[in-house]
């Protein structure tokens, strides 16, 4: 659960204390992503980017944080975000889209570590810093944060570069089944704690796995009612 927050399913957290409007919330996101989610474009430079007219959710995350699995288990379709065992395989930045709904899913380069050339990395980086200021119709970033390690120095660059263009992002924890109850109530606790004072993170923080489905239900609801959807 979230620090200061009222609990949840799974021991995540999402917006208001109304069970009715938590429950409504928990529909949307049903109904969002019961439908069949596509590969859209990849996206290399800005110059590549579709027109800014649909709403965007975007996930950020280290290289290794399991981003691709998060995503994968959202829409519920195995292989839809390409996932490696090599760290730092997307390096671009990926859209995707179902039929119907003003918004895309943004699955962005992992930061803090890649098998790749250094001048790569740097266009890719410049890329994602590009991107993050100057997309107006990007509703929210889904920070996504490894239960195991918390909030590392490479994040807080992150959690700085989102401050400084006011893009509202959300921590997401990732592997929580991983670490034991009491752990996971510490590293929640130690998150709060990080983002407190940061103007542009979302105070709800919610708890996922993507191997047991812990929280798949809340993130849902979340872009949900993020994306301002009417469905």
Excluded: C
């Amino acid at each position: 659960m979230a620090a200061g927050a009222p609990s949840s399913l799974n021991g995540s957290a999402i917006e208001g204390p109304d069970d009715a409007e938590a429950r409504a919330a928990l529909e949307a996101g049903e109904r969002l992503f019961a439908r069949p989610w596509d590969f859209v474009r990849g996206v290399p430079s800005l110059d590549f980017l579709p027109p800014a007219e649909l709403s965007e959710i975007a996930f950020a995350g280290r290289s290794n944080v399991g981003k691709s699995s998060v995503i994968n288990a959202l829409v519920n379709q195995h292989g839809l975000a390409r996932t490696s065992n090599t760290p730092g395989r997307t390096q671009e930045l990926n859209f995707f889209a179902t039929e119907g709904v003003p918004l895309f899913l943004v699955d962005m380069p992992g930061y803090g570590f890649a098998k790749a050339p250094k001048d790569r990395v740097d266009a890719w980086t410049s890329l994602v810093k590009d991107y993050l200021k100057g997309r107006t119709t990007l509703r929210r970033v889904m920070l996504l944060i490894d239960a195991r390690h918390g909030i590392k120095a490479v994040d807080r660059e992150i959690l700085g570069l989102l401050d400084e263009a006011a893009v509202t992002y959300q921590i997401v924890l990732t592997k929580v089944d991983k670490i034991s109850l009491a752990a996971r109530g510490h590293v929640l606790q130690s998150v709060a704690e990080a983002i407190r004072r940061r103007a542009a993170a979302y105070p709800e923080i919610l708890a996922t796995s993507s191997a047991k489905g812990d929280g798949v239900a809340e993130l849902r609801a979340a872009i949900a009612k993020a994306s301002l959807l009417e469905l």
